[in-house]
């Protein structure tokens, strides 16, 4: 056995130990792997024969990585691909090493790997994916990453050495467009919406980027989809939207089940169905698509991968409880909340919910950001809703400054306690709006009562 193939071993030992404890095992053994063999993220991914894919984003980073799987796995690859989430170094270490087998040997052809924002300069440059797919930048845990021009430089170091990477870039979102300015058209492929019909109104008063990040003019909009995403461009230096060469024509969003897309590839225009709600799905497919063409993806692979992919947990997931259907919407920023907002409005009726914010690290601290999520649009149209979390009661003032009546708000800082209530409560659909740690604690909860079963992904 190799020194590399001890340490291998070793590590996946503590992993079945820590599972056999009950305390999971997707992380713990890769931190593990990285404290025995610093190099073993690179040493690893090199044994991909058609090597990797990495995805990077503020939002959508988990529903995108399972479109792009969807899709790739109809094309005949198989993946090696971080499906739990865990997408710090840990989390990649601990998915390679549970792939990796003896005599340099992988259990898949590709690596397909969501990597956390702030991680992404440490993790490509070991990697050194063949396609690099970059989502968006909207404004998220300030208090950890702090203002999003701080990631976008970090990105702009990981775009610029990796200069045999293909690029994967939103078009319509300006922050991350510009990281594609410096290279040439054959290495980079942009991603957007062309659909009008589909554009808000004007731009949420809490929109992040509205400045050039090459000459700090501020932006013109001519069309607005979500948060700063849209069709833009700079009076003072030229800089402009690039032109996509995937891009959804024509998108018709169907509420809370899915949405028709017309989809524009290099190789022609084809009709996708994509089963997850809101417009931020289909920017997530959008990138999916992308990717995927730059990794050979047939268009009837693409569209096949799209309309069969399954959501993960707490992302547009429903369970049954109580006789009642649960859906479950992760909310974790202002862009993403006006989202889930924007298409829980599309429904016809009143809703009930459930509204668990957290301000656990892995949430953010600050809970603040709640009161830039536009709340009122749906005000008039909740007929209950259940507060739980550590900001329970934060997030029952936020509705009511919203316009919700304070007879239909309950505060139950308890989520067991406040999953009765919610649940005995009414019939119908009762909608689950938990921030990212709210999520994981209402799965654990769903889990023990047997809801749900106990993988994640």
Known sequence: MSLLGAKVAAARAAGAL???????????PGKLLLRLEPDAVASLARRLKRGS???SATNGKTTTAAMVASILERGGHTLVHNRAGANMAGGIAGTLLEAAGPRNAIAGDMGLFEIDEFWLDRLVPQIRPRALLLGNLFRDQLDRYGELDIIADRWAGVVAEASSTTLVLNADDPLVADLGRER???????????DPSVALEGMAHAADSKHCRRCGAPYRYDVIFLGHLGHYHCERCDATRPAPAVAAERVVLDGLRGARVTLRLPSGTVEASVPLPGLYNVYNALGAAALTTALGASPEDIVAGLAAV?????RAETVRIGGRDLLLLLVKNPAGANEVLRTLALEDGEHDLLAVLNDQIADGRDVSWVWDADFEVLAGRLRRVVCSGTRAAEMAVRLKYAGVDETRLVVEPSLPAALDSAVADGSGRLVAIPTYTAMLELRRELVSR???GSSFG
């Open 53 to 55: 894919a990495v995805i």
């Open 18 to 28: 820590s599972r056999r404890a009950g305390r999971g095992g997707t992380s713990l």
């Open 450 to 452: 047997g809801i749900a």
């Open 184 to 194: 040439g058209p054959d290495d980079v492929l942009y991603f957007g919406v062309e």
């Open 310 to 314: 399954s959501p993960a947990f707490g």
